[in-house]
């Protein structure tokens, strides 16, 4: 059984805001959920976030320091599950007053949480690029067209990952193949609007949390957290623009 030790409570923090930075939250939400689960279990919370790492020092009603590691954030995969309940926790710790041990479990329930199954998750994220083909213009036959390219390259895209390829090399090559397989499919369902095809069928790749958080975060003052996700969307995006040219050279050359 976990008791309210100064060692559970701060490893319950510093799990919490692991978490959050790698679930895709942004820094001004993990510092507010840390403060807030602090100061409910009587702690002062001093604190250093930033992308890869979290430093946590707590201090009792007496100012004496009690706790103070470090912990690295998990691997960087965005999760509204994970953030929504974190921050759910951290009000039912406060108005309730959660003992420890079932916010530990909590977090630990919230870990395991299954992902969407495969399948839909590339179907709703092929639907939504074609649906902006639609937005942008284009019939249903380039619809379709979006649709199997966008649906491939997303799938190439989880192969690679799981292989642990360099992330940005991964998004590279989704965005090549999936150029390369719209520009392909257009020998057999020709389309008129050949910017809209190619545009589209690649915007699942697009990091727009990454470049979202990275404004909020230099809004907030948080300016280097901003700027490192800044720098992060700023690779990404040249990964991708790469790969789609590179798709597009080979098409106007032969």
């Not at 250093?48 to 430093?55: E, G, Q, Y």
């Not at 965005?175 to 915007?203: K, N, Q």
């Amino acid at each position: 059984m976990h008791k309210n030790q100064p060692s559970h409570i701060g490893a319950l923090l510093l799990d919490i805001g692991a978490l959050l930075m790698s679930s895709g939250a942004n820094t001004n939400r993990i510092r507010i959920t840390i403060q807030r689960i602090g100061k409910s279990y009587n702690f002062q919370t001093d604190f250093l976030i930033t992308h890869r790492a979290i430093m946590l020092t707590l201090k009792d009603s007496e100012g004496k320091v009690s706790f103070n590691e470090l912990k690295q954030t998990y691997h960087h995969v965005p999760n509204f599950k994970i953030v929504s309940g974190l921050s759910k926790l951290s009000w039912l710790i406060v108005e309730e007053k959660l003992p420890v041990s079932q916010a530990i479990d909590e977090v630990e329930r919230l870990k395991k949480l299954p992902h969407y199954p495969r399948f839909l998750v590339l179907s709703v994220v092929a639907f939504a690029c074609s649906s902006f083909c639609r937005l942008n213009g284009g019939n249903f036959a380039e619809m379709l067209i979006v649709f199997i390219a966008a649906f491939s390259g997303l799938f190439l895209r989880q192969e690679l990952t799981k292989k642990k390829v360099n992330p940005y090399f991964t998004i590279f090559i989704a965005s090549f193949i999936t150029a390369m397989i719209s520009g392909g499919l257009g020998t057999f369902l020709p389309y008129e609007h050949d910017r809209i095809v190619f545009i589209t069928s690649i915007l699942y790749l697009i990091p727009g949390i990454q470049l979202i958080n990275s404004i909020t975060d230099m809004l907030d003052g948080n300016t280097i957290n901003g700027i490192v996700r800044a720098f992060i969307g700023l690779i990404v995006s040249f990964a991708i623009s790469t790969g789609l040219l590179l798709a597009i050279l080979f098409y106007n050359t032969y």
